[in-house]
């Protein structure tokens, strides 16, 4: 049977603007984000920070996390990151380094 991934995440720029979204594919969307791939709110307020991330195996429950997580107030939404992520560090920093230097 195949493994279906998919991901609601949170972006944040220097001035913890967020941006919330949707994606099958994690590491390639965050790359789209940090390069700037598209014009748009992202690219708008420099949202280049991965600070939260959710995994699920069926879209239909993702799409609804990401609307439940729009809904929310911004102190709600920043109450959640700081509960995995309370330095909001970029999750996806290590991403595409070598492995000895991820576990620094």
């Known amino acids: 049977m195949r493994e279906y991934h998919f991901y609601v995440y949170i972006m944040a720029s220097r001035s913890l603007t967020l941006y919330i979204g949707f994606t099958s594919n994690l590491q390639r969307?965050?790359?789209q984000h940090k390069s700037d791939g598209w014009d748009g709110f992202s690219k708008t307020y420099q949202c280049h920070r991965l600070v939260y991330f959710e995994?699920?195996?069926n879209a239909t429950t993702a799409i609804a996390r990401e609307k439940q997580l729009?809904?929310?107030s911004r102190s709600k939404k920043i109450t959640l990151i700081k509960s995995t992520n309370p330095a909001w560090s970029d999750l996806s920093a290590p991403w595409g380094q070598?492995?000895?230097q991820q576990n620094r």
């Open 29 to 31: 969307r965050i790359g």
């Open 55 to 57: 995994h699920f195996q």
């Open 70 to 72: 729009k809904r929310w």
């Open 98 to 100: 070598p492995i000895e």
